[in-house]
C-alpha cells in the first residue's frame, strides 16, 4: 500500500471508531480498549498483514529501541506500540506503527512521538502516526489530530 491508501484506511477505520463505538469513546474507557476497537476496524483493511495490539516482539525477541533516559543518555528500552500492522517473525513487511492518546490525557505527546520516530528508523516500519483521539463526555471532533512521522 502507498502512503495515500494508508492514510485514507487509518482515517476511514477512525471514522468507523467514532461511528461505531461513540459510546466508549463518550465514556472515556481506557486507551487498550479504545486501541483493540480500532485494531479490529483496521483488520478489515489489511488481507496481508496482521493487527496486533501492544505486540511487544521483534521477530522472537522483546522489541527494544534506543530511547533517552531522564539525563538525555540513550537506552535500550522495551516498548510495547498501541497498534501495529506487520507480518509477525520478521521484519520484512512492518508496515504501520500506531501510538494512540486521548484528548482527556494531559500527558505531552512527545514521548510518543519520539518512540514512533525510533521505532520506524530501528525497526523498519514504513509508516508511523501518532493519533491523539477525542475521548469524554464533551468531546469536540475536531480535536482529532493525526501526525504523521
Not at 19 to 28: K, P, T, V
Not at 73 to 81: A, H, I, S
Request: charged share 30%.
Amino acid at each position: 500500500m502507498n502512503e495515500q491508501a494508508i492514510k485514507e484506511t487509518l482515517s476511514a477505520a477512525v471514522a468507523t471508531l467514532q461511528n461505531e463505538e461513540a459510546a466508549i469513546l463518550a465514556f472515556d474507557v481506557g486507551e487498550r480498549t479504545i486501541c483493540a476497537c480500532l485494531a479490529g476496524i483496521l483488520k478489515r483493511a489489511f488481507d496481508r498483514h496482521s493487527v496486533h495490539v501492544e505486540y511487544n516482539r521483534h521477530g522472537v525477541f522483546p522489541k527494544e529501541i534506543e530511547l533517552p533516559d531522564g539525563a538525555g543518555e540513550l537506552t535500550d528500552r522495551r516498548v510495547f506500540p498501541d497498534i501495529i500492522v506487520h507480518q509477525p517473525g520478521h521484519d520484512d513487511a512492518n508496515l504501520l506503527v500506531v501510538e494512540v492518546k486521548k484528548t482527556t490525557n494531559p500527558v505531552s505527546d512527545d514521548l510518543d512521538i519520539a518512540k514512533l520516530r525510533q521505532i520506524k528508523r530501528q525497526i523498519g516500519y514504513e509508516f508511523a502516526v501518532f493519533l491523539r483521539l477525542p475521548t469524554g463526555p464533551d468531546a469536540d471532533p475536531a480535536d482529532l489530530r493525526f501526525i504523521w512521522i
